[in-house]
């Protein structure tokens, strides 16, 4: 089957009066469809430049992104992709209830129809927000609200999830529950999703593939598929197998280029 996206040597510099950045430098990777893959690099290596490429904000300066295998001069209206974007801050609009948070992907693309919005209340549901629905953001905790968002994000059914460090304003305990949750959920969706993080412990806990990437700019250094024989819903679970000691120590080894700090 075609992967659902796909880089092919691509990079990107930023030029300002100061000069040229380079951002990334010939990244090639592919996802395929129903995975979860993360990306791990240091911070400032260009991981967020990455994601702004992947979703067409930023034009590749080299290199070409399929997505589906069309590339961005192939596909049309039908054929091209739906990405949804998750950021580090929730962005909810503090004036809105819950409910009207989530459904507003749904009103600004003008398909707010019984059947999506009978798909957001299911969601609702089924992630423990419905009883919160008509409270204002500032109401619930940091790890609803996350759960809140992503919602916001599926609710316009999206092909592709793209995730930018989502947990990392979180405090450690809310993080561990909270990013083991959101993954569940991803999966239990059948979403395929991208989750950038700097932090090798979370990409690791959460994902069936990480990507390594360099400093800046970024190259992929490695890539690993990460097999647990326990279920990851208890992240704490998972973090004490051995299985999760041994890739720590494969991949810090890499992000670490064998030093002892990164
Ligand atoms: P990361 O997400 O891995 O922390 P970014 O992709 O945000 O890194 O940024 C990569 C590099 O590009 C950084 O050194 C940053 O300073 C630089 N950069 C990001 N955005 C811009 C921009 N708009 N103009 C110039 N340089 C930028
Ligand atoms: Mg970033």
């Known amino acids: 089957m075609q992967p659902i996206l796909s880089l092919q040597d691509v990079s990107y510099s930023y030029h300002n009066l100061k000069g040229e950045t380079p951002a990334l430098s010939h990244i090639s990777l592919q996802v395929s469809e129903g995975s979860f893959v993360a990306i791990v690099g240091p911070s400032g290596c260009g991981k967020s430049t990455l994601l702004s490429i992947i979703s067409g904000l930023l034009a590749p300066e080299e290199g070409e992104i399929l997505y589906r295998g069309l590339s961005s001069r192939e596909y049309c209206a039908d054929t091209a992709l739906k990405i949804g974007y998750m950021l580090q801050r929730d962005h909810l609009f503090e004036w809105r209830t819950i409910y009207q948070n989530v459904i507003l992907g749904l009103e600004l693309n003008h398909i707010l129809t019984e059947e999506n919005t009978d798909y957001v209340l299911k969601l609702l549901r089924d992630y423990g927000l419905y009883g919160f629905k008509d409270k204002k953001p500032s109401e619930l905790s940091g790890g609803m609200r996350q759960r809140a968002a992503l919602i916001r994000t599926m609710a316009v059914h999206p092909d592709l999830l793209l995730l930018d460090e989502p947990f990392s304003a979180l405090d450690f305990q809310t993080r561990l529950a909270v990013s083991a949750d959101i993954a569940s959920i991803i999966r239990e969706t059948g979403k395929t999703a991208l989750l950038i993080t700097h932090d090798l412990s979370e990409a690791i806990t959460l994902a069936d593939r990480v ?42 080894e890499v992000l670490t280029d064998g030093k002892t700090t990164p």
């Open 211 to 252: 990507i390594v990437l360099s400093r800046r700019p970024a190259c992929v250094k490695c890539e690993m598929p990460i097999l647990y024989e326990i279920s990851r819903k208890d992240p704490l679970a998972v973090r004490s197998t051995a299985a999760y000691q041994d890739y720590f120590n494969q991949l810090w």
